[in-house]
């Protein structure tokens, strides 16, 4: 009676780097999760935005969509904030109060926008999570001028 031969796994086989075609990992595994940002910062950078101090400001406009938005600080001006740079887990509307820590955007490093931002304060009305599907508002929000879900659009 002999012996069955063992078949290689594809990480020892000489032949092959990467296992069998027929094997090819399915598409969700290869989605990183939580989602990796293209924003992502070198650790001299997140230290510098710890050395600046902690500051408060008002949501003036932000849109899910895109992505983006602007706080009114404090003093009245404007401060640039990226979708990735919000904590928590809802999405900012327009007057919620917000705290936050400024860096600097390179490559210039001319203009700062807002990190570490933190609803403080929110507004009366009901705010979405960030896993909530978008709402028809939200949808026309993102849509360029000339799209069909327009609000401009030509009837």
Known sequence: ?????????????PN???????????RSSLIPNPIITKRTRTLSMLELALEHPVEHGVIKSFCRVKGHGFIKKDDGDDIFVHVSDID????PRVGDEVSFRKLQIPPKMEKYQAVHVQ???FT?????????????EEGREGSRPGSPTSSNKIK
Do not use: D, F
């Open 124 to 136: 009366p009305e009901v705010h979405q999570r960030w896993t909530s599907p978008l709402t028809p």
């Open 119 to 121: 609803i403080t304060n």
């Open 16 to 26: 092959t780097s990467m296992g069998p075609i027929s094997e090819s990992p399915s």
């Open 1 to 13: 009676m002999s012996l069955p031969k063992e078949i290689p796994s594809p990480a020892r086989s």
């Open 88 to 91: 928590g887990e809802y999405v």
